[in-house]
């Protein structure tokens, strides 16, 4: 369900030392625990340049990354209700925000705030978002978004060659899907 588009871009924000991960979300709220679940497993192939929210807040995290000259880009990764079906990913500029980032949120501050103020510092940022197919209190991820992370981290995280020199992505535009 990650569109080949999606795929390829994630891929070279990836392969970019540039870019910084903020995976957010509430393990106890079912699907909303998938960004959680994708930076982890990210983690220990990209050291330095990911964040869990559990871990360390998004906005401790935000804070810590405006004046940081190492991160130029900064990828957020969470669960978000877009109106499609479960599983299904879909990647959000800092344009999107007011469309698709609700202002209330079950973050202490909104996604679509943390994106405007590292963008105020010449930071790029995106969402790189998950439909949940539930928000339920205690309640299990669902397998429709279980598959999409398992594909994500197949098709993606697994083909990055952690070993190869990482290139910036600069000069390249990145498109909104």
């Not at 935000?62 to 991160?71: A, I, S």
């Amino acid at each position: 369900m990650i569109p080949d588009d999606a795929r390829a871009l994630l891929a070279g924000l990836l392969n970019d030392p540039g870019v910084a991960v903020i995976g957010l979300g509430n393990r106890d709220r079912a699907d909303d625990g998938a960004g959680i679940e994708i930076a982890g497993r990210m983690k220990s192939a990209f050291s330095g340049r990911i964040f869990i929210e559990p871990e360390q807040g998004a906005e401790s995290a935000v804070l810590e990354l405006l004046d940081d000259e190492r991160f130029h880009h900064v990828l957020f990764i969470d669960a978000v209700d877009f109106k499609a079906e479960p599983g299904t990913i879909r990647l959000f500029g800092i344009g999107d925000a007011d469309d698709f980032l609700p202002a209330f949120s079950t973050h202490q501050a909104p996604v679509g705030l943390l994106m405007r103020l590292l963008s105020e510092r010449g930071k790029k940022c995106h969402l790189f978002g998950i439909q949940p197919g539930s928000t339920e209190i205690f309640g299990d991820m669902t397998e429709s978004v279980r598959t999409a992370i398992l594909e994500l981290n197949e098709k993606v995280i697994g083909e990055i060659d952690i070993e190869a020199p990482r290139r910036p992505l600069r000069g390249i535009k990145l498109s909104y899907l």
